[in-house]
């Protein structure tokens, strides 16, 4: 018989962290180590929420999200996890972009950015240090009625070769347009393209199982398979969690759960003030994603000429709504070598191609249909393969496709969204507390709070914000502590 996932649970908490997302992760593990009784739940069988792999049949193990994250990750988890981690952490030396306006292979690094720039797109080296040192300086207090376009149109009017080179890469990481503020886009772009990009060797299954090891020494009482469906209020305060039709008590709640499905599935809107639903309602979800997923069979390798991260399209120019079209122009491919993924004994390569997606495309096919189009997606993009991997169609030993049904399933996100909302939602998340004291959110929402470092961050920031609430508030009876 299947083991009770709340075997042995107790009854109060000093807090309930609901999701182990890398937000969820490191906030327990925060207050775990503050000295805090922390309860983890996570609804599907395993943590990491996107920072997900699985495994296949002939032993292939594909990551879900670590195509690239930039160098401030090594900090972050030295200080938030483990020396272990934190060294694990390695540059990918070569990106490539390969559309019809150029092809080209850099080191993500400013530096490089600028030699582009400077001697292949024939711009004035003080026109490009003065875009960087803009995009370096925005900060969240900046105008926000600037837009992207507006931004690059002041540095580089008429330059759509120019646009696409500095946006693809964002786009793709954070599904930023080119009608949004002009900060979300200059705080990403400083943070990713200061130092390069950078991978986890090892793969996400390691990553995970190291930070587990933590939890585990810190005290947190992780529990998979374990669905919260209800975060409790009386009177303004949380006072616990229903998870599994098993309620607990908790003095702090923080949800690593969608920011929506938080506040009006978790909680309801009942519990909070008019106008900040209102508010709440009319934050944007970011987009979604798919996904085709591709094992070589052991040993045939990839060239590694083809790079390890690399954008690339056939659609004309640069544009937004294109980059989302299920008429697919745009994708980003990464490509897994035995020394950074390693996967067993023989050495083998895997290939992830991605490409932004809208859920409503999605979302309402009938499942012949579904099925249907999910089979053309692979061979579409076995196809788009062909022409950096030849022959792929004999290398190629299992073919999967994710969807944003797939995203929306695992994680429980609104609308699959693959980076929590758009930047609006930060204001919002940092608000719940003062709607309901003892309430809490961490995970991705926009700008810099997404992507695996702004989760991680984000967790610590709001950790920190609970340790202080929790202290400022003691309850002599209460147990506390870490079991
Ligand atoms: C296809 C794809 C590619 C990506 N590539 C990159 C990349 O290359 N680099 C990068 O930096 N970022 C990437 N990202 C984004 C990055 O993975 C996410 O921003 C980050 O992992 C999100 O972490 P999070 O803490 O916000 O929570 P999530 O990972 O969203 O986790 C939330 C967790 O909460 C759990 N949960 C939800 N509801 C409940 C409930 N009621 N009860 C219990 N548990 C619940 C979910 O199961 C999940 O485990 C990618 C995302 C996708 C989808």
């Known amino acids: 018989m299947a083991q ?13 962290v609901i999701g182990a997302g890398l937000a969820g992760l490191t906030a327990a593990n925060t207050l775990a180590r503050a000295g805090h009784g922390v309860l983890l739940l996570e609804q599907h069988n395993k943590l990491g929420g996107l920072a997900a792999w699985f495994r296949r049949a002939g032993g292939h193990i594909f990551d879900v999200s670590l195509h690239g994250f930039p160098v401030g990750m090594i900090k972050s988890c030295r200080r938030y996890w483990s020396r272990e981690i934190a060294d694990s952490i390695v540059q990918l030396p070569n990106i490539r972009f390969d559309n019809p306006q150029f092809s080209l292979t850099t080191s993500f690094t400013r530096t490089d950015f600028t030699r582009l720039l400077t001697e292949r797109f024939q711009i004035p080296p003080e026109t490009v240090e003065a875009f960087f040192d803009t995009a370096r300086d925005m900060n969240f207090y900046d105008d926000q009625s600037t837009t992207t376009q507006a931004l690059f149109e002041r540095f580089f009017p008429g330059r759509e070769d120019v646009v696409r080179l500095l946006m693809e890469p964002i786009t793709y990481a954070n599904g930023s347009t080119l009608e949004d503020p002009a900060l979300t886009y200059g705080i990403v772009f400083s943070n990713f393209m200061s130092k390069g990009v950078f991978t986890f060797q090892g793969g996400t299954d ?3 199982r190291l930070m587990r090891r933590e939890l585990n ?38 949800s690593n759960a969608n920011l929506k499905g938080t ?60 980059l989302l079209s299920r008429d697919i122009t745009s994708r980003t491919y990464s490509f897994y070598y035995p020394k950074t993924r390693p996967q067993g004994p023989e050495p083998r390569c895997l290939i992830v191609s991605s490409t932004n997606a809208n859920y409503d495309d999605w979302a309402h096919l ?31 030993d299992h073919v999967e496709v994710s969807t944003p049904k797939t995203f929306e399933r695992y994680t429980q996100h609104w609308g699959g969204a693959s980076f929590g909302t758009k930047f609006e939602g930060l204001a919002v998340s940092r608000a719940l507390p003062e709607q ?44 506390g502590g870490a079991e």
């Open 217 to 254: 020494a810190n005290g947190v009482d992780v529990r998979l398979l374990a669905d919260a469906q209800t975060i409790h209020v009386d009177r303004g305060h949380v006072t616990g969690v229903t998870v599994n039709g098993h309620r607990i008590a908790a003095r702090a709640v923080l």
């Open 366 to 396: 009938p499942p012949p249909e579904y099925e249907e189009q999910k089979r053309d997606l692979a061979e579409s993009t076995l196809d788009a393969v062909e022409k950096y991997v030849p022959n792929i169609g004999h290398k190629v």
């Open 206 to 208: 390691r990553l995970i």
């Open 4 to 16: 009770n996932p709340l075997k042995h649970i107790r009854d109060h908490y000093d807090v309930v």
């Open 263 to 322: 506040i009006f599935d978790l909680v309801g809107r009942e519990h909070f003030d008019p106008d900040f639903v209102e508010e709440a309602d009319a934050v944007r979800l970011n987009n979604s994603s798919t996904q085709v997923y591709m094992a070589l069979k052991p040993g045939e390798m990839v060239d590694p000429e083809c790079g390890d991260l690399l954008f690339s399209s056939t659609a004309p120019a640069f544009r937004t709504d294109m």
């Open 436 to 479: 309901i004291a003892g309430l809490y959110h961490a995970g991705s929402v926009g700008i810099i709070m997404s992507g695996w470092l702004g989760a991680v961050n984000y967790g610590v920031i709001v950790a920190n914000d609970i340790d202080a609430y929790l202290l400022n508030n003691h309850l002599p009876s209460e147990e």
